[in-house]
Structure formats: C-alpha cells, structure tokens
C-alpha cells in the first residue's frame, strides 16, 4: 500500500528566511502534487511534477521530484507571512487515485 | 463563476440522523472524488466516479452511499450518522482519472452531536 509521509509536521519560521519540505513515498509513481490549503479553505494546486529530476517554480515557491529516491522538495525562499498555511503533498499510486501526504502547518511570524 | 460547488457549507446535527451533501461541478470533468478530512487534517479518498460510474470504493461504512445522477454531479448521503463522522467533506473533480490535476471544492463541515 502506497504511503506518503511529510516532514516536517508543523513548521514556524521567520519572514526571510528559506526551508525545505519533504514529501516521502513508499512505492513507485512518476506523478506528484502540491497542494496548499489556507485555514477553513480549499485545496488549491500548486504544482505537478511529472517526471524525475522535475523542478517547477512559482514565486517563492520551488518543488522538485527525484523519482528514483521517491522524494519530492517544497523550497520556501525569504519567507513572507501570506505563505502561512497547510501544504500538502499527494503520489499518484497508479491506482486511479491520489494518496495525500499527512501535511505540513506552516506559519511565518515576523 | 464557482468550479465545485458544494452544499451545505456546514452541517450540524444530531447522532442517529440522515443527511446529503450535494456536489456540482461545471468544468465538464469526467470523475469527481469524495473525500474525508479529519481533525488532524488527514485527508483520505472515499469514492471515486467516472462518467457516473464507481471507480474508486475505500473501506467506508455502507452508511455512505454515493450517487452520481450525471457526471457533473456526485451528491454524497450519510445514514445513521455517529459522532466519529464529524469532518470537513471534500469533493474534488478532474478530467479522466487521477493522473489530471483535481479541483477541489470549498468543503462541507460536518459536526455529530
């Protein structure tokens, strides 16, 4: 059974600086997904990685996959407060569906 | 003009009742998901329908039953309903399967008293 674990769970961190979320699965997939979720809001998508070595950036957002090392990278550069929410990250387990990561809290203080 | 729409937005009511939550999309996607986020913000797939057709089934209570009138709807009804149902519900659509990025609607909180 596919799983995905982030790390870590929660994040505080301050305006500026940079950090790395970590998104682990457990078997083979070649498509994962980056979602970013706001208190009492929806799930918007980030990014799609669909293939190894994939590397999509938005803003101070940058995601990377390594397939081979099943683990994808949300890179947060200079931090700013409006990135404070929950990230998550989801593997396309082949099965016709999506197994989401456990979520990453993030909250930027000033 | 709102892609998933879902109602209601929130859901109070007591142990024991039946309830609906009705999902809609206008995107003109083929399969729309249901999914359960908890209080730890777990967020799992329940079902899973395609061109009105169950794909996806996880090991859910028979209390949720999932009904898919066309493929642009996908309404989800709870029997008997216990206080561990209490979650924000999730319906999500996509064109053709999961491999395609999922919209994901605004959430119905559902509270058990």
């Known amino acids: 059974e596919l799983k995905v674990e982030q790390n870590p769970l929660f994040l505080s961190m301050q305006e500026g600086k940079n950090y790395t979320i970590y998104c682990n699965y457990s078997?083979?997939?070649?498509?994962l997904y980056w979602y970013r979720q706001d208190p009492g809001k929806s799930l918007e998508s980030l990014f799609v990685?669909?293939?190894?070595?994939a590397v999509k950036q938005e803003g101070r957002l940058m995601a990377s996959l390594d397939t081979k090392a099943r683990l994808s990278t949300l890179h947060i550069t200079a931090a700013v407060h409006d990135l404070s929410a929950t990230y998550f990250c989801?593997?396309?387990?082949?099965?016709?569906?999506?197994?989401f990561g456990t979520g990453t809290r993030l909250q930027v203080f000033p | 003009d709102t892609a998933v729409s879902q109602t209601p937005k929130y859901l109070v009511t007591q142990m024991g009742n039946d309830k609906s939550i009705k999902c809609e999309q206008n995107?003109?996607?083929?399969?729309m998901y249901w999914y359960k986020q908890d209080s730890k913000k777990f967020l799992k797939i329940m079902f899973s329908?395609?061109?009105?057709?169950?794909?996806i089934n996880e090991t859910v209570p028979n209390r949720f039953s999932p009904k898919s009138p066309d493929k642009a709807h996908l309404n989800l009804h709870i029997n008997s309903l216990e206080l561990g149902d209490s979650a924000v519900y999730f319906c999500?659509?996509?064109?053709?399967?999961?491999?395609?990025?999922?919209?994901f609607g605004a959430g119905t909180r559902l509270s058990v008293l």
């Open positions: 999500a659509s996509s064109p053709r399967g999961a491999k395609n990025i999922q919209y």
């Open positions: 078997t083979t997939s070649d498509r």
């Open positions: 990685l669909l293939s190894n070595g």
């Open positions: 989801a593997v396309d387990g082949n099965t016709d569906k999506l197994i």
């Open positions: 995107l003109g996607h083929d399969t």
């Open positions: 329908y395609n061109n009105k057709e169950l794909i």
